[in-house]
């Protein structure tokens, strides 16, 4: 067991030192080449189920979740032209009619027809980091994903729910705990708004500048388990606890402009990658011989990725054409939402074992293919302004 501990500790040390090096050589997304890393040492025994691993890499997700709230910016989504907002929503009704009408031409099983719509910004966080938050179109797939985030959340709820009750009063008294909680957060946002608005001073207190017990990270960590503590009682899912804390500290706290860059560090260096290698080690690659589950994998991610550029176009005539691309390619990556519809869909044998896998596989695959060509695409835009 201690030899066993040791081993998973210095296999995962190596993996999150040496994943960015073997990254820039292959010149893959360094996400992408964590999972895949992952799955390799995994096939080869070198790490498999751990209690702490899993626990670890749980916290590393909530982690991610939490730095995409943080990269949220209220005012820019409140302040944003009604046209966007109303873009940004034809844009998720497109996903979600694409999603159904692609389904049932390919006579998809229904839980993946409810997977395919799904928005998740987590990893709309890494490519900010890489990108830098000023692009126009990491922008506009913040307000997009945010919009389309809290709707995923919402219906996964619901869907775990209804998996487990069925519907019946049970799944109603957890959609009613799901918007009285919104509700709630609503109001203390507006409350605390006030608040720091007539008394400006405590947001100082809060947060010092000359501060040298690191009280702004304390204060974000605790915000982040308390809103994740809550999350259980309430029987909703901790994702969105992590993710509105997030928010919160970009809210409320945006004047402290090194605290963002001390909580990303935190997450990109160490919490984030080890998240990305058990996502890559949770997978069998023993499975890829399995007739069926490459193939189908493959199909479920071009026809997600497809959806969401078909749906881009409504957003053409805000950002152009290949802002609008790389804003749908951005939103194909649902990763965390999707092994979560799978798992729900497996344990409660709504799914076959083929189709769990296919779904496990075609969430990596659209951050293998999405990264990839949005690396490209931006490479290709980089070049170009540089000519000009």
């Known amino acids: 067991?201690?030899?066993?501990?040791?081993?998973?500790?210095?296999?995962?040390?190596?993996?999150?030192?040496?994943s960015p090096f073997v990254a820039k050589s292959l010149r893959l997304p360094i996400?992408?080449?964590?999972?895949?890393?992952?799955?390799?040492v995994?096939?080869?025994?070198?790490?498999?189920h751990n209690q702490y691993f899993d626990l670890i890499a749980e916290v590393g997700f909530l982690y991610l979740m939490f730095l995409a709230g943080m990269?949220?910016?209220l005012k820019q989504i409140t302040k944003s032209p009604k046209i966007v907002i109303q873009k940004s929503m034809l844009f998720l009704l497109f996903i979600v009619m694409f999603s159904v009408l692609f389904g049932f031409i390919f006579d998809l099983n229904t839980i993946v027809i409810i997977s395919m719509p799904l928005i998740s910004i987590g990893l709309l966080a890494t490519l900010s980091k890489v990108y830098g938050k000023e692009e126009s179109w990491i922008r506009l797939a913040f307000i997009a994903g945010v919009l389309g985030e809290i709707l995923s959340i919402a219906a996964l709820t619901v869907f775990d729910a209804a998996s487990s009750t069925g519907f019946n009063l049970a799944l109603i008294i957890k959609i009613g705990y799901l918007a009285l909680f919104i509700l709630v957060i609503y109001i203390l946002y507006k409350a605390l708004h006030l608040l720091f608005w007539w008394f400006p001073e405590l947001k100082g207190i809060l947060v010092p500048k000359a501060d040298t017990s690191a009280q702004d990270i304390r204060l974000s960590m605790a915000l982040f388990f308390i809103l994740i503590a809550v999350m259980p009682s309430l029987e909703l899912e901790l994702a969105l606890g992590a993710f509105i804390a997030g928010i919160a500290i970009s809210a409320f706290f945006h004047h402290e402009k090194k605290l963002e860059e001390k909580m990303s560090s935190l997450g990109f260096g160490f919490l984030v990658p080890l998240f990305f290698i058990h996502v890559g080690a949770s997978f069998d690659l023993n499975a890829l011989i399995l007739e069926g589950v490459v193939s189908g994998?493959?199909?479920?991610?071009?026809?997600?990725?497809?959806?969401?550029?078909?749906?881009?176009?409504v957003l053409k005539g805000i950002s152009g054409a290949k802002d609008a691309l790389l804003i749908a390619l951005s939103l194909s990556m649902p990763l965390t939402l999707l092994v979560a519809v799978a798992t729900i869909g497996y344990e409660t044998k709504l799914l076959d074992?083929?189709?769990?896998?296919?779904?496990?596989?075609?969430?990596?695959?659209?951050?293998?293919?999405s990264m990839t060509i949005i690396k490209f695409l931006q490479t290709q835009k980089r070049t170009t302004i540089e000519k000009d």
């Open 353 to 369: 074992l083929l189709t769990y896998y296919q779904l496990i596989l075609a969430s990596i695959f659209e951050i293998l293919f």
């Open 31 to 40: 996400p992408s080449v964590e999972i895949i890393l992952g799955s390799i």
């Open 71 to 73: 990269e949220v910016d």
């Open 1 to 18: 067991m201690i030899h066993t501990s040791i081993t998973l500790i210095l296999v995962l040390s190596v993996l999150i030192w040496g």
């Open 297 to 313: 994998a493959i199909l479920i991610t071009v026809l997600m990725i497809l959806s969401r550029v078909l749906a881009a176009i």
């Open 42 to 48: 995994a096939y080869f025994g070198l790490i498999g």
